[in-house]
């Protein structure tokens, strides 16, 4: 499957990873970041984390299995610190 990821020019397709995400850059550009699986026989398994821009791979980030849910935790956390209050109930 693909897919023109937003903030990319028009006509310009991504290949979906199998498993995973493909993320836009708030900033645009063509930017986008990748995050894929990969369960190849005799390795552990690992996550890929790749930074894209103009159709071409600029960094990657190989985190291993055991650490995901760190990288998860540190996400849920910024959201719990940038929530809105909830507005006070009616008297």
Known sequence: MRVSPSG????????L???????????GDS???????HDD?????LVVLSIW?????SATLR???ADVPALVS???????????EAPPPPS
């Open 41 to 45: 026989p005799g390795d552990a398994p």
């Open 53 to 57: 821009r103009d159709g071409k791979c």
């Open 8 to 15: 990319s020019e028009k006509g310009q397709l991504l290949a």
């Open 17 to 27: 990873p199998a498993s995973g995400a493909v993320l836009a850059d708030q900033r």
């Open 63 to 65: 985190l291993a299995r």
């Open 31 to 37: 930017r986008w970041m990748r995050v894929t699986w």
């Open 74 to 84: 540190a996400l849920v956390d910024g959201l719990s610190d940038t929530a809105p």
